[in-house]
């Protein structure tokens, strides 16, 4: 963090967090209101690095890796994140054109896990899925047409999990590189999980397996 833009009102309602930052510049209100993307802005304004790492130190020694491809919803990016963190996993990758985990709404929605676990941006999913297998994780594709059934494999070797676009799935060429593509069973009458969901399920699957 490098510097706070702050209201008279949230200067006293967060006193620590304001004393804790390097640079501290008081605004109105209106100000706050300006530069918040949300319609009741809390009054204060942080201005961060970027949190983004290059994938090669990101993959050092990871067990479990979530990897997003072309996903265009910041509030789908955001929760996987914060799906991510919560299931101990060590890293999340966005690929091709998946949306900038920076923006608002996704940063929302990671409700603070953006700042706890390493994330890379990479534009080439081939180059993506060459690195997670030179790191030692074995890549699996949730795909709801699948043969593969989550229920019937076998978590215990590193794994990566990847997720595509929330309308068009994974394309063809990543279904075909990666080692295996998975289905999760549907009991009900439901056609399909959205694509949070699905990821929750999946990641928590492999993270279970793990500390089980």
Same mark, same amino acid.
């Given at each position: $963090?490098?510097?706070?833009?702050? %209201?008279? /009102?949230?200067?006293?309602? /967060?006193?620590?967090?304001?004393?804790?930052? @390097?640079?501290? !510049?008081?605004?109105?209100?209106? +100000?706050?209101? !300006? =530069?918040?993307?949300?319609?009741?802005?809390?009054?204060?304004?942080?201005?961060?690095?970027?949190?983004?790492? *290059?994938?090669?130190?990101?993959?050092? #020694?990871?067990? =479990?890796?979530?990897?997003?491809? #072309?996903?265009?919803? *910041?509030?789908?990016?955001? %929760?996987?994140?914060?799906?991510?963190?919560?299931?101990?996993?060590?890293?999340?990758?966005?690929?091709?054109?998946?949306?900038?985990?920076?923006?608002?709404?996704?940063?929302?929605?990671?409700?603070?896990?953006?700042?706890?676990? @390493?994330?890379?941006?990479?534009?080439?999913? @081939?180059?993506?899925?060459?690195?997670?297998?030179?790191?030692?994780?074995?890549?699996?594709?949730? /795909?709801?047409? +699948?043969?593969?059934?989550?229920?019937?494999?076998?978590?215990? #070797?590193?794994?990566?999990?990847?997720?595509?676009?929330?309308? /068009?799935?994974? *394309?063809?060429?990543?279904? !075909?590189?990666?080692?295996?593509?998975?289905?999760? *069973? =549907?009991?009900?009458?439901?056609?399909?999980?959205?694509?949070?969901?699905?990821?929750?399920?999946?990641?928590?699957? +492999?993270? $279970?397996?793990?500390?089980?």
């Amino acid at each position: $963090m490098h510097e706070v833009f702050v %209201t008279e /009102h949230a200067a006293a309602t /967060h006193p620590t967090l304001v004393a804790s930052a @390097p640079r501290v !510049s008081p605004i109105t209100d209106r +100000a706050a209101a !300006s =530069l918040s993307e949300t319609v009741t802005p809390q009054g204060i304004i942080a201005v961060c690095s970027l949190v983004d790492r *290059p994938l090669e130190t990101v993959l050092t #020694d990871a067990r =479990l890796v979530v990897v997003l491809v #072309d996903v265009a919803e *910041p509030g789908n990016a955001g %929760t996987v994140i914060r799906v991510a963190d919560a299931a101990g996993a060590d890293a999340v990758i966005l690929a091709g054109d998946t949306v900038d985990p920076h923006n608002g709404k996704s940063v929302r929605a990671a409700a603070g896990s953006l700042f706890q676990i @390493p994330l890379a941006r990479v534009r080439e999913v @081939p180059e993506v899925l060459a690195t997670l297998r030179t790191a030692g994780l074995r890549t699996l594709a949730a /795909h709801g047409y +699948a043969a593969t059934s989550l229920e019937t494999v076998h978590f215990g #070797d590193p794994v990566a999990w990847i997720f595509g676009n929330e309308a /068009h799935g994974l *394309p063809e060429e990543v279904l !075909s590189a990666v080692d295996e593509s998975v289905r999760i *069973p =549907l009991y009900g009458k439901a056609e399909s999980l959205n694509l949070a969901t699905a990821a929750a399920v999946c990641v928590y699957t +492999a993270a $279970m397996a793990v500390h089980r």
